[in-house]
């Protein structure tokens, strides 16, 4: 069961208030999905990622397909049972892995270029280590070095057996060095992969989304969200790049947002920094994952409503005073930055937790603060 | 404000069921004290620490000089507020460390010999790197190598910062390989260390406990509990060696408590595998503390009703039965061991934080049962 009710529509953007039912809860939209790449929100027990605001969380198909590996997690019942979690579940489909493993790591690229650079990918270009044919994507195990082989067909089935409540098309994740021709034929692929991932998709239990690509480029962009939204999808994707600046980024999203049918929720793939989250729900997307939360957290940094605080620096060791002033998490509360900073000083796995628990809080805090205002016809 | 009060002596054995009132709460004894060296239970939120049955932490006097520095424990108004730990607290001297950075480096000893050894310390040895005199104990830091000093008026200045509610007179913990002379002198050395412990005691606030050596010779350990049972400490810490094998530390156990004073308590110093608790109970310990339950959780290892199970063995990949059938605890009812036995091979942190929780509360819970035997007059 999946259903997508618009409960309202901004007159001052194109945001809007939803509600996702599952068969595992329902999900205040736009939302921010929490990042639990191996079926685990890294350092946080479920009972504390869901306390700092967690309504649905994202697994990753690749990472579970290594670990434990999706037949293990299809003899459980599924990654609910698997991992003890009864809220909804997502799983990506490892099409960004092949960004990340293939051009990705040998470019040093992420989703959005943040620095200048004058690598190019042009059409017909592999990656090191990763070939992508018509067929699909092979590659080698970064665990083991082992042949590794992904395809619409081989990601809906991997999906279908973790068992979220709802799955992504397979698609390829282009990045900023591609050029356009690069970029135009990976996307007529992904279409012609999304069309594979419908015929294969047999669980309808199981939302499928499908993914809009075409990079920086506004035709590839506009032609990609018209052909994946006329597909009978149960919501889209956005992924791929979104350019240089942040600028381009909400160009990017208005491209593709103005060609999705506007019924249907649409999902903007890993990205969601607190910079990042007014303007993508303002341009009109209900859902988006992000391992900025979490990932800067295990590093040391904390989001505040100050900014960002890196918690080792030393002008924190004798410091009274809340990691963050305006926040009322339990971590606000309870404990001073100068714990905190002899916890990631001291190297403690709680440090970790704490810092987790208060970003993961803070972000979910600014997007129901923005829904509010969305709700007062403020956004 | 320290009070300990004895409820019920068991016929049985020298048992006994106690109370101890402290400025941060009371706490039910015989009762295991939670290790929380750097002031952190290792990998668990606080308040899971204290669903896990901790009433009582122990933190390291040397640990916390090292790092923040008992200067910025002090400035925070104490271990207490600086944590943001609202219980009763324990520090160790820093005894322990002139062991484990001493003959223990060198030697690869413990507490407990467990395997034989052909090593002897004879009087007047010194361990590398550790220089053990008459005023205190030279050491390098194990952080940087910088030059450090302890004595017992530096340990008392240090613990008295940290502002725990029970803290630890200043010993050298002696070893197996020490023969008896070097233990005997020793001894003699801690007993006058414990008087100069007791003249620089200040902050009357604290409970000091004296600390029993003698190693595995039962003249001397009678005549060091004599020595420390007579003079005005609060209760007493049995430390030191219990010899090599089980029956052995019995025996230490009973020449020790035989000759101190009834109506203090009796702390046993780093020791309390699950197979020692009834033991060590039974002859009259009040309070102890051990490492195993939260350093064996973060290798994988889950002490459970039907003995150790180390769950990343591959037989677990699939086992859907709770980490212990016997136990309640949410790790056990929330959670598989095949989801436990694949965030230990994924190296996820929850499964130390999961594996912590499950033995602190299977320990905990041993404990508890053992207190309801002697109430009942079983033990």
């Known amino acids: 069961m999946f259903k997508f ?3 309202k529509k901004s007159k001052k953007s194109r945001a809007r208030l ?18 639990a790449t191996q079926g685990t929100v890294k ?12 309504s649905l969380i994202i697994a990753n198909t690749l990472h579970l397909h290594l670990k434990p ?4 997690v299809k003899k459980a019942g599924g990654l609910h049972k698997f991992m003890g979690w009864d809220g909804p579940i997502m799983t990506d489909s490892g099409g960004y892995q092949v960004l990340s493993l293939g051009f990705g790591r040998d470019h040093g690229i992420s989703k959005v270029m943040r620095h200048g650079s004058d690598v190019t990918i042009k059409s017909g270009q592999q990656p090191r280590g990763v070939k992508i044919t018509e067929e699909g994507v092979a590659f080698r195990s970064p665990d083991d070095g082992s042949r590794l082989f992904l395809s619409p067909e081989e990601s809906i089935h991997i999906q279908e057996h973790i068992g979220a409540d709802m799955i992504f098309a397979f698609d390829e994740c ?4 591609a050029d356009k021709e690069y970029t135009r034929l990976s ?3 992904t279409h012609r992969w999304a069309d594979r991932c419908l015929a294969a998709h047999g669980r309808r239990r199981q939302a499928l989304f499908g993914i809009v690509q075409g990079g920086r480029f506004e035709d590839l962009r506009r032609q990609s969200a018209r052909f994946i939204g006329a597909r009978p999808f149960a919501g889209f ?3 791929g790049e979104f350019g240089s600046d942040k600028k381009l980024m909400a160009d990017v999203l208005r491209w593709t947002i103005d060609e999705l049918p506007d019924a249907k929720p649409r999902h903007l793939l890993g990205i969601g920094h607190p910079d990042d989250l007014l303007t993508i729900i303002k341009e009109g997307v209900d859902t988006f994952d992000c391992t900025a939360p979490t990932h800067y957290a295990r590093t040391g940094t904390a989001f505040t409503s100050s900014g960002r605080v890196n918690i080792g620096n030393a002008v924190f060791k004798n410091d009274p005073g809340p990691l963050d002033r305006k926040c009322g998490c339990f971590v606000c509360t309870e404990h001073s930055r100068r714990y905190l900073h002899h916890l990631t000083r001291a190297k403690e796995i709680l440090g970790m937790t704490l810092l987790t628990f208060h970003n993961l809080n803070f972000f979910h805090a600014e997007v129901a603060r923005i829904r509010r205002d969305i709700r007062a016809g403020k956004v």
Do not use: Y
């Open 18 to 35: 939803g509600v996702m039912e599952t068969d595992h809860g329902s999900i205040q939209t736009p939302c921010l999905v929490t990042v």
């Open 174 to 177: 282009t990045s900023t060095p």
């Open 69 to 72: 590996g999706e037949e293990v």
């Open 237 to 239: 994707g956005i992924g």
């Open 5 to 7: 009710l618009i409960t």
């Open 187 to 189: 996307m007529e692929r």
């Open 43 to 54: 350092a946080l027990p479920h009972r504390l990622a869901k306390e700092a605001g967690t």
